[in-house]
């Protein structure tokens, strides 16, 4: 059965471990399911960033953006503030800030593919591992993975009684807490329940009053697992997680010529400037904020079947969110961006595998149904109004909803040509249907300071100048589309030595079409047309070399891969003002990464990492750029010295920093929508006491207070907002935490 064999191994990868270094925080041995069974890190021919629970406490790091900052060739983007997040690979990454468009970079909880991005914005609590796959996965894990993935996997209920509690306490009156307990219930029941809440106030300073890009987040699971046998094991999981912050914050710089930055120059359209350099305060009119809440529900069963092991994994799951926005980033009431989602998601997987002497197979059936009915538009009265009803505010409000179902069959089978080399091959074949309408209205908002924008009883038809009667339906667009799509594998691994790895391998990555859907109404020539609204499948042919090797008696691993990529109708996507396109193109990339972990000395730990990367995108204008959101080059370092003290407890001293070279938030090459490279680097001090029941740890992020840009909109021109929006990355924050466990 799949989780005892996972706990024999585990055990065996562990003993292992404290062989090698009984003090090493990054070289422990990591289980992985990449191939959708239990193998070790350095057994599996792809490119794998891995980190075990434990991993990540001894490391300090509690979020995605900490762990993905030490994975070569990854790193965490953020297109709208705090508010949501995507993780980039390979310089592949969607910073679409609207809710229709699907990540080219799978997001994966507990083996439940995650569709929403403002879903993904979870605290990492109570984890067994966080795996960080680089390069097309479609043919095992299913759609939208031509990027890779970031698989992270919660910690299981245990016959063992255990947990933890953890307090952390920071700068702008953070107060941040995690814990869980679990044990057994019955001789074949046990349960876990874990929690999360975070708390600190807004960072960046309103000048009008109210504070923005605060925490007010909180999360929980409970997990049972009933084994009513030693072949059955059957493992429940709910979840639910809310967030409630003011956000929203852009830093408003003039740019009253197209694409040039102008500081120093009046915005004749606001008649307002904000040039005090201070970075994180404005003057915003209408604080905007992020109301989300998700939910989840998952069932796997799990048989050993005796020549066979069949795993079923059920999901429910939930996404509602809305959010708004001071886009003009000064105190006049000039253009609100809004959207609101409310997505509902059905997926099952049916799976079976199994081995024999030289074989090792893997065989599935996967069902995806999302419903989403979201909406995006401007609360906005230059832009519509004036509105006719007194008190209210006139805008746009584009109500879409998009249908999905995407049905496909899979397999894989790794076979032993001799003791040293192994053949792996693999595909899926993948069927979606999809069903979009969408519609662009001007409507005055009753009542604009209500975070209901969907509700019809906000909205009332407004006559825009006299001249549009038929207001509903100003720019209406209906689409439907059956894609049928194939992603494979064919792999050779070649086992050099004990301690060496060789693999080349061939993918075939898929990423399904969709639907735009424009904030502004079209302007002429351009229509609401299948040509301008939709977008095709995008196909990837992947070639990659590499090799994993473990050297200075195991002190030591050395990991790396080169690969090419090869696109076909690859989803470019563009933005223009506020608005946001996908289309296809041509694409070609290339590059590599480089890892190495290594514990030289007793105490010592080192994880160093560097990836290259040439992404060409041909736009049709004839340029060929490199896409958003893609530094040719990122590197990242950690150091750790733990040493012992009086009476058997610990001290250990820890420094990382990543850094990544310059890169744009849009391909228009404008100085608007540049920022050169930086780097962000932490440092923290730990002590654990003797036997590990409890530890304290002070750190310090971005040590050297760096501003730096995660996100710009050029909002150019004098004629429509004569500004750039710039949102900035957290600043210089310290902080205190306290761990205590038990049953351990």
């Known amino acids: 059965m799949y989780t005892f064999r996972l706990n024999k191994l585990s055990a065996a990868l562990l003993a292992s471990s404290m062989a090698m270094s009984a003090s090493a925080a990054v070289l422990e041995e990591v289980v992985i399911t990449a191939q959708k069974r239990e193998q070790g890190l350095q057994d599996v021919g792809i490119s794998v960033s891995a980190m075990t629970g434990d991993q990540m406490e001894a490391l300090g790091f509690d979020n995605a953006q900490q762990v993905t900052a030490m994975a070569p060739g990854v790193s965490t983007v953020q297109p709208n503030g705090e508010a949501n997040y995507s993780i980039a690979i390979r310089g592949v990454a969607n910073s679409d800030f609207t809710t229709n468009v699907e990540s080219p970079v799978a997001m994966y909880v507990d083996e439940v593919y995650i569709s929403q991005m403002s879903g993904a914005g979870f605290a990492l609590f109570d984890m067994e591992r966080v795996e960080i796959l680089r390069g097309p996965q479609g043919t095992l894990f299913g759609r939208n993975a031509t990027g890779g993935l970031a698989h992270f996997i919660t910690r299981k209920p245990s016959q063992e009684a255990d947990g933890y509690a953890k307090v952390t306490l920071g700068d702008y009156n953070q107060i941040k807490f995690e814990g869980a307990a679990g ?26 009053g109210g504070d923005l890009n605060n925490a007010n987040d909180r999360a929980g699971r409970v997990q049972f697992l009933y084994t009513p046998n030693d072949e059955t094991e059957i ?27 102008t500081p120093d120059e009046m915005n004749p359209v606001l008649e307002y400037i904000d040039n005090d350099g201070d970075v994180f305060a404005g003057d915003y009119d209408d604080p905007g904020f992020n109301d989300l809440e998700t939910s989840g529900y998952t069932l796997t069963v799990s048989h050993d079947m005796g020549g066979a092991n069949l795993t079923s994994i059920t999901d429910f799951s939930s996404v509602e969110r809305r959010y708004i926005e001071d886009s003009d980033a000064s105190p006049l009431s000039f253009f609100n961006f809004f959207l609101t989602t409310d997505a509902e998601q059905f997926s099952q997987e049916l799976r079976l595998d199994g081995e024999t002497d030289t074989m090792k197979w893997v065989a599935g059936f996967y069902y995806l149904d999302l419903d989403i009915s979201d909406a995006n538009g401007a609360v906005t009265d230059p832009f519509v109004g004036p509105a006719e009803t007194e008190g209210a505010e006139a805008g746009l409000f584009n109500p879409y909803t998009s249908k999905l179902q995407s049905t496909s069959l899979f397999g894989q089978l790794e076979f032993s040509l001799s003791e040293q080399l192994t053949l792996i091959a693999g595909a899926r074949v993948i069927q979606d249907e999809k069903e979009f309408d969408f519609s662009v209205n001007y409507v005055e908002f009753l009542d604009p300071d209500s975070d209901a924008f969907d509700s019809s009883a906000n909205h009332a038809n407004l006559t825009v100048f006299g001249d549009l009667v038929d207001v509903p339906g100003y720019g209406e667009y209906s ?20 301690e060496t790895l060789l693999y080349t391998s061939w993918n075939r990555g898929v990423k399904g079409g969709g639907y735009n859907a424009p904030i502004f109404p079209l302007s002429e020539p351009l229509d609401y047309t299948d040509e301008v609204m939709s977008y095709d499948p995008e196909q990837l042919d992947a070639f990659e070399v590499g090799f994993k090797h473990e050297f200075m008696d195991g002190k030591a691993r050395l990991n790396g891969a080169a690969y090419y ?28 990464e480089l890892e190495l972990q290594a514990s030289p000395a007793e105490g ?63 391909m228009t090459g404008a100085e608007t929508v540049e920022e050169d490279g930086y780097a962000i680097s932490n440092v923290s001090l730990t002590y654990s006491a003797p036997g590990d029941q409890w530890q304290v740890s002070a750190f310090v992020e971005n040590v050297t207070d760096k501003e730096y840009l995660v996100q710009t909109f050029d909002l150019s021109s004098t004629d429509v907002f004569g500004l750039t929006e710039q949102y900035y990355g957290r600043p210089q924050w310290w902080g205190v935490s306290f761990k205590y466990n038990w049953g351990n």
Do not use: C
């Open 604 to 666: 010592w730990d080192i994880l160093l990492g560097a990836a290259y990367s040439d992404i060409d995108v041909d736009l049709p204008d004839g340029r060929t750029t490199r896409p958003v959101q893609s530094p040719e080059w990122n590197f990242n370092a950690m150091v750790r010295y733990e040493w012992e003290i009086a009476q058997g407890g610990r001290v250990a001293l820890q420094a990382d920093s990543m850094y990544r070279s310059e890169h744009v938030f849009a």
């Open 183 to 208: 044990g057994a219930i019955t001789d074949n029941l046990s349960a876990r329940v874990s929690v999360s809440t975070h708390d600190n106030d807004g960072y960046i300073t309103n000048r009008l």
């Open 565 to 592: 990529y090869d696109y076909n109708d690859y989803q470019t996507f563009y933005i223009v003002g506020i608005d946001t396109i996908t289309f296809n193109s041509d694409a070609e990339a290339q590059g590599f």
């Open 479 to 498: 689409g439907d589309r059956k894609d049928t799509e194939v992603s494979a594998r064919l792999q050779l691994d070649y086992r050099l030595s004990d």
């Open 235 to 261: 493992l429940l999981n709910a979840r639910y997680s809310t967030q409630d912050i003011d956000t929203g914050f852009f830093e408003n710089v003039s740019s009253i010529r197209p694409g040039e930055l």
